[in-house]
């Protein structure tokens, strides 16, 4: 039996289902995290690991034990808010011993645990200053040496990242899963940003309107998406629709425009139609490369988004992103230019029937 | 930019005027109790009187029970509201500023009605008679109180802060008394001057409850039939209120020393 369950779990506020039919299994020391959009039911699924919400069915258990009706304070579960929750009255030291306060813990024990916590988020000089001394990463940090302090068995992180700037966001996001992975904690980490996602987490569960689309490690999520919304929510994503002119050799027809797909079309005939996915980063400026898709395109705007330039393209009559890496050398085309693109055969998603 | 300071100026000392202007006049009408001379003898038969410092221990009691009451009638149901109940928020405030539409009178004569007999009768004994002046003080200081103590929990987020606590392991005890109350120290404080302030003042209910056991009615009788000593009296009840607040700010910074300064 994995560590922590959730089995079933649905939680409706009134009318509505905030989380439905979620099935999820967590391994002792795996990072998860969960990704979707605004009120996809993230936060509720998180909260009632916390015991801060109770399901309306399902079970959760953790390390084997009926966990779901428990009162938050008697589980040993540490939380990590988006707006760090420190208490204001409290010093960083008397913030991160708190929970073992509670415990009457021998003071010489809460001391020691509290300095290991402060070396560990690097805090040593900022024992003894106030949370309105601190800056916002150094608070968070604070806010999850608290949460670790008391040693819990689970670790669940609220979009903790999404108040912090830009950079910060990057360095603490890595802090907290080489921290997580030096002591080998469970953690849940709800966050909206994929790329956030995509870089710390073991495993993905992307949610959609309460429900799981799909849980996956980073790489089958990115690169296999289930489902048309996975794929259209994890990266970006060219979408468009095609005629399929043969199934056998994954041939298809796109405003007269010829594709190939290494994806099987089982089940589908000649003359239907298929919603098929490309991502920008596939495509790049035709070469003698064999066994591809070349195609004719007009470019129609270039913009550069930092360490990547974006070409918008029209093929056919369907307008595409191609992404590239933006390197000195690079020889980009005009706009208004015609050339031709190509990307590989297994670059050519199919997400269902349109 | 400089008009506008000279504005601010104009009305700072206006009024600064406004309120010292009264104060210093009743101050040196007091010292001239004897003819072509200033002194301090209306003073003297001020601190002489004993229903004086009486009246004035009586209504620090009762001010000091009512504070306490208020607060923990008003700490929890704020707290209580805010964490489960936010809807209702609108129908306390609302609740909180009846005590301004109802006047003292009102009040005072709705409580005797009540209380002299029947199933409580409360101002049949000194104790009884005591205990609704501290429930009429309560409901007169409900809206300042109400308020501070809201401002009070909106400035921290109470919320989040008990989830924080809750997941730490803490039960509703440890909530209240170590997050919750230090986090609202400054809130508390003022709740707690402004209620000194009002039961050390008010009059309307005192007289009809206690009469001139308490220092209001007691400051209006000295006022109606010894002048100099009545304006030396006013005099005497506004340092007694400053001191009050200079204790309250003292003692703030005395709390926010021991455990470090709270937040600003
Ligand atoms: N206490 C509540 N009462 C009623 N509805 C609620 C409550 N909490 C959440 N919901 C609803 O449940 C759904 C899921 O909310 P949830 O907060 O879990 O979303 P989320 O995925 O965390 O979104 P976000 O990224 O914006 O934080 C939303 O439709 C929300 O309106
Ligand atoms: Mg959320």
């Known amino acids: 039996m994995a560590y922590l369950t959730l089995t079933d779990i649905s939680k409706q506020f009134g009318e509505t289902f905030a989380v439905q039919d979620f099935n999820l299994d967590v391994e002792k020391g795996e990072f998860v995290s969960f990704l979707g959009p605004s009120g996809c039911g993230k936060t509720t699924t998180l909260r009632m690991v916390a015991g801060f919400e109770l399901p309306t069915g399902g079970q959760i258990t953790i390390n084997g034990a009926d966990i779901t009706n428990k009162a938050p304070n008697q589980r040993n579960v540490g939380m990590v808010f988006q707006a760090y929750a420190l208490f204001p009255n409290m010093s960083v030291s008397q913030n991160i011993g708190f929970g073992l306060r509670i415990r009457k813990e021998p003071e010489s024990a809460i001391k020691e645990r509290v300095e290991e916590m402060i070396r560990l988020i690097h805090l040593e000089k900022h024992i003894d200053k106030y949370p309105y001394q601190l800056s916002g990463g150094q608070q968070q940090r604070v806010s999850l040496a608290r949460a670790l302090a008391n040693r819990p068995q689970v670790l669940l992180l609220d979009e903790p990242l999404s108040a912090l700037d830009a950079k910060i966001r990057v360095s603490l996001r890595s802090e907290i899963r080489a921290i997580q992975k030096t002591l080998g904690i469970t953690a849940i980490f709800v966050t909206h940003d994929q790329e956030e996602a995509l870089s710390i987490s073991d495993r993905i569960v992307v949610m959609n309107e309460g429900r799981i689309e799909q849980v996956g490690t980073p790489f089958q999520i990115y690169n296999f998406p289930e489902t048309q919304f996975v794929a259209n929510f994890v990266g970006s994503l060219n979408t468009a629709t095609a005629e399929i002119a043969d199934p056998e050799q994954g041939l298809l027809h796109m405003d007269g425009v010829q594709l190939s797909t290494a994806e099987k079309l089982i089940g589908l005939q000649k003359g239907d139609k298929v919603r098929i996915a490309i991502r920008p980063e596939r495509f790049s400026f035709a070469s003698e490369q064999k066994k591809a898709n070349v195609v004719d395109c007009t470019v129609e705007n270039i913009t550069f988004l930092g360490s990547v330039v974006r070409i918008h393209l029209l093929i056919g009559n369907t307008k595409f992103h191609m992404d590239t890496f933006n390197y000195p050398s690079l020889e980009l085309p005009k706009i208004g230019d015609k050339t031709q693109v190509t990307c590989s055969l297994r670059a050519v998603m199919i997400l269902g029937q349109a | 930019m400089k008009k506008n300071l000279i504005w601010s100026w104009f009305w700072i000392i206006l009024s600064l005027l406004y309120f010292f202007v009264p104060l210093i006049l009743t101050f040196v009408f007091s010292l ?73 009178i009102v009040l005072v004569f709705g409580l005797i009605r009540v209380f002299s007999g029947g199933l409580l009768p ?119 209120t400053w001191a009050f607040m200079g204790l309250i700010v003292l003692v703030g910074r005395g709390a926010g020393a021991s455990d470090a300064a709270g937040p600003r």
């Open chain 2, 122 to 240: 409360l101002t049949n004994t000194h104790l009884g008679t005591n205990f609704l002046l501290v429930a009429a003080y309560v409901v007169i200081g409900f809206p300042y109180l109400y308020r501070s103590i809201d401002a009070g929990m909106g400035a921290i987020d109470v919320v989040t802060l008990t989830e924080a606590a809750q997941s730490l392991g803490a039960n509703w005890f440890t909530i209240m008394f170590r997050v919750i109350i230090p986090n609202l120290r400054a809130a508390i404080f003022s709740a707690t001057f402004l209620t000194l302030a009002i039961v050390m003042g008010e009059f309307t209910v005192a007289t009809f409850l206690v009469g001139l056991k308490s220092f209001g009615p007691y400051l209006w009788q000295v006022n109606q039939n010894r002048a100099y000593e009545g304006s030396a009296l006013v005099i005497v009840s506004f340092l007694i």
């Open chain 2, 32 to 104: 001239q109790t004897l003819k072509d001379q200033f002194s301090f003898i209306s003073y003297q038969r001020v601190f002489e009187d004993r229903g004086f410092i009486r009246s004035l221990i009586f209504s620090t009691e009762i001010g000091i029970v009512t504070i306490f009451l208020s607060l923990a009638l008003m700490i929890p149901t704020v707290y209580w509201v805010r964490l489960k109940a936010p809807r209702i928020r609108p129908v306390i405030e609302f609740i909180s500023l009846l005590p301004f539409v109802i006047p003292a």
